[in-house]
């Protein structure tokens, strides 16, 4: 019998959030997971330098840091407050090795989109020069339109390339997470044109269940809901993508299994759908 390759597979610690982040690196080595994602809620209990020594210590490659993001605000000084703690995130990911922070915009109920838009804009202009100077990546993250009234103003992947290319820094780039884009249409166009200008920086992966609970923390596992993995996995490898497929999966069920039999489950969900 062939052995898995899990040589590309990481793992989000939000997948496994029970988990402290040193259980969380002793499991997915265990389980064979090359990658992990750190969520910045899992660097709090022991700070962003242990935490950094424990990762450089696992032979786990740091793919990424989740997230930064949520710049737009009615008033301005709340929207500074973002810029500064998005600079915060990207000198934890620094210290990290974490060669990317993901970008999850923000939204502002009741404020027009148009406005959360050129708010979102302005606040990746506004960390990027220190992203060029830390040599940090930014992906921006397109939400599922569910989300638009306060999580994310960029909900397509059409809207985050068109911001790639109002920013025009190679430092710019997006995150392409099956359940935020599985429904576009475009789908197919757009992660070809993003590949063509090189800014597929990140693959997230999960399912959506027929039956969603939950419009956050009801994601499925790989293979028990509608999203064609292998066809959107070809798709960005068609467009040159070769990093890592990144398991993120929130879910208040899963959290409530022994995380161990869980991630199990993950890895051979990956192995048989993805």
């Not at 080595?29 to 210590?57: H, K």
């Not at 620094?94 to 993901?102: D, I, K, R």
């Not at 992203?131 to 599922?144: D, M, S, T």
Request: net charge negative.
């Amino acid at each position: 019998m062939p052995i898995p390759d899990t040589s590309r597979l990481c793992v989000h610690t939000a997948t496994t959030r029970p988990w402290p982040l040193a259980r969380a690196i002793s499991g997915y080595r265990t389980a064979g997971v090359q990658g992990i994602t750190v969520w910045r809620d899992a660097l709090m209990p022991q700070g962003v330098a242990e935490s950094a020594r424990r990762l450089r210590d696992s032979g786990l490659q740091v793919v990424s840091l989740c997230r930064g993001g949520f710049f737009p605000a009615r008033d301005p000084g709340e929207r500074q407050l973002a810029l500064d703690d998005n600079r915060r995130a990207l000198d934890e990911a620094a210290e990290l090795g974490a060669p990317l922070v993901v970008l999850v915009c923000g939204a502002v109920p009741g404020q027009p989109l148009s406005a959360s838009r050129r708010q979102i804009a302005d606040g990746i202009q506004a960390i990027l020069p220190h992203a060029r100077a830390l040599g940090i990546r930014l992906g921006i993250e397109p939400l599922h339109p569910m989300y638009a009234a306060d999580r994310s103003a960029v909900n397509t992947l059409g809207q985050a390339r068109a911001l790639c290319d109002a920013l025009g820094s190679p430092q710019v780039g997006v995150v392409v997470d099956v359940y935020h884009c599985w429904w576009d249409p475009a789908l197919e166009t757009e992660i070809a044109l993003l590949g063509a200008a090189g800014r597929l920086f990140a693959f997230h992966l999960c399912d959506w269940r027929v039956e969603t609970r939950h419009l956050l923390t009801d994601r499925g596992l790989m293979g028990e809901g509608c999203i064609d993995l292998p066809r959107i996995r070809a798709c960005m490898e068609s467009a040159g993508f070769s990093g890592w497929n990144e398991v993120e999966i929130f879910s208040s069920e899963r959290w409530a299994l022994d995380q161990e039999v869980w991630l199990g489950q993950v890895v051979r969900a990956y192995h048989a759908h993805c």
